[in-house]
C-alpha cells in the first residue's frame, strides 16, 4: 500500500539514506522510483480530470431592482435585474412553457460584465395572476419582452433561452433580429405538435417503459395516443384530488426523462411535498395548453423564417442523450444558422443543471462578454 506522499518535505539525499537504512538491491530501488512516479502521475492526472469535470458558476448575487411590468388589463410581469446596470444586457428567457426564473439563472453570467434581465412569462412563476391561460400566446410573450427591452431602454439584447425557451427566443429574434445582438440556446425545441407527439409517444416510452406502463395503465387511451386536449381537461378537473393526481401522473412522466441522473428516490421526495404541487400543475397545464394550439406558430414557422436571424452569432448546446429536445433539432439549426457554433454534450440529457451542459453554457456566455 502506498500511503499519501508529501513531496514538499522529502529531499534527495533523505531517499538516498532510507534506501541504505533498508539495504534494497538495485531492482528493489528501480520499482520503488518507478512506483513512486506512478503515483505522482496518478495524482496528477487526477486532478486535472476534476478540475475538467467540474466548474465553479459565479457566486449568487441578489437583484439590485425587481418589480413588475403590466402587460394587459389581465397580466402583470415580474422582473429582476442583476450585475452590472451597465453591463451587457442578456435576457433569460424560461423553459416549460410554464415553468419560471430561478436564483440559479444568474450564476452563468460575470455580474461585473452583464446586466442580467430575468423574467417570468404570462402566468408563470411570480407573475400575476398565477396559472392563467387568457391573453396567453407566444406572440404575447414575444411582445412582452419587447415591451420589457424598450422599458429598460436597452438597445440590442443576447438571448439565454433553454428548451421552450429557445423557442420563444428564436420567435422573437425572427420577430426582431435587429434588436439581437446574440443568442445561447440549449435544448432545442421548434415548438411543432409533431415534436411533442414523437417524444412522448415514440422516444420516452422505449427508453422509460415502466413510465409510460404507469400512465398507460392509468389511461388506457394513452397506449396508442397523445392528445393534449384530453390532458388539458384532465388537469383542469373540478375534483381536486383528481387534477392533483393526474397532474402528478404526467409530470413525473416527462421529469423522469429529463436527465441522465433522475432517481425515483429523488422524484418521491418533490412529488411527495405538497407545497410543490402549484409550480408543477402550472408547467404541466402550460405546456399541454401550448402544444394543443401548436404554440401559436404557423406551420414550420421557425425554420421558415430562419433567414431573418443567419446573421446573429449564436452558440446552441444540447444532451447527447436528451429525449425530450432530441440533438437532431440542435442540429438542423446549426445547419441553417451560418454563424453559430453547435456543442453537443456527452453524458448529458436535458437539464440544464447537469454539468457538462452548466459548463458549455456558462463557457458560453464568457464568449459574448
Not at 502521475?41 to 478540475?51: I, R, T
Not at 429557445?166 to 429574434?173: F, I, N, Q, V, W
Amino acid at each position: 500500500m502506498i500511503g499519501i506522499i508529501d513531496h514538499k518535505n522529502i529531499s534527495k539525499p533523505h531517499i538516498i539514506n532510507k534506501l541504505k537504512e533498508y539495504k534494497m538491491d538495485s531492482l528493489k530501488i528501480e520499482r520503488l522510483v518507478l512506483l513512486i512516479i506512478s503515483a505522482f502521475l496518478l495524482l496528477y492526472c487526477s486532478n486535472k480530470k476534476d478540475s475538467a469535470d467540474t466548474i465553479s458558476l459565479w457566486p449568487e448575487i441578489e437583484p439590485y431592482e425587481s418589480g413588475f411590468l403590466e402587460v394587459s388589463n389581465i397580466h402583470k410581469v415580474y422582473y429582476e435585474l442583476s450585475g452590472n446596470p451597465k453591463g451587457t444586457p442578456v435576457f433569460v428567457i424560461h423553459g416549460g412553457p410554464g415553468s419560471g426564473c430561478t436564483p440559479y439563472m444568474r450564476r452563468f453570467f460575470n455580474p461585473d460584465k452583464y446586466l442580467i434581465v430575468l423574467h417570468d412569462q404570462r402566468g408563470c412563476g411570480k407573475s400575476k395572476p398565477n396559472a392563467e391561460l387568457r391573453e396567453n400566446t407566444t406572440q404575447l410573450l414575444i411582445e412582452d419582452i419587447e415591451r420589457l427591452r424598450r422599458e429598460l431602454n436597452l438597445n440590442k439584447i443576447i438571448l439565454f433561452g433553454g428548451s421552450w425557451g429557445s423557442t420563444l427566443s428564436l420567435a422573437y429574434a425572427e420577430k426582431y433580429p435587429e434588436n439581437v445582438s446574440g443568442m445561447i440556446l440549449r435544448g432545442i425545441f421548434f415548438g411543432t405538435r409533431e415534436e411533442i407527439t414523437n417524444i412522448m409517444m415514440n422516444i420516452v416510452p422505449k427508453f422509460f417503459p415502466e413510465s409510460f406502463e404507469t400512465l398507460a395503465l392509468e389511461f388506457p387511451d394513452y397506449q396508442s395516443s397523445y392528445h393534449p386536449e384530453d390532458w388539458l381537461e384532465r388537469l383542469q378537473t373540478e375534483n381536486i384530488e383528481n387534477r392533483k393526481r393526474n397532474t402528478k401522473l404526467y409530470s413525473r412522466y416527462e421529469y423522469k426523462a429529463g436527465g441522465l441522473h433522475i432517481e425515483d428516490e429523488m422524484l418521491n421526495t418533490y412529488y411527495n411535498a405538497d407545497e410543490n404541487f402549484h409550480e408543477y400543475y402550472t408547467m404541466a397545464l402550460f405546456e399541454n395548453y401550448y402544444v394543443s394550439q401548436a404554440c401559436f406558430l404557423e406551420k414550420d414557422q421557425i425554420l421558415r423564417d430562419i433567414n431573418k436571424i443567419r446573421h446573429i452569432p449564436s452558440i446552441i448546446i444540447n444532451g447527447r442523450y436528451d429525449v425530450i429536445c432530441p440533438p437532431l433539432t440542435a442540429f438542423r439549426l446549426h445547419k441553417e444558422l451560418s454563424n453559430s457554433k453547435l456543442t453537443i454534450v456527452e453524458k448529458a440529457g436535458h437539464m440544464m443543471s447537469e454539468e457538462g451542459i452548466e459548463r458549455a453554457l456558462f463557457e458560453a456566455a464568457i464568449e459574448f462578454e
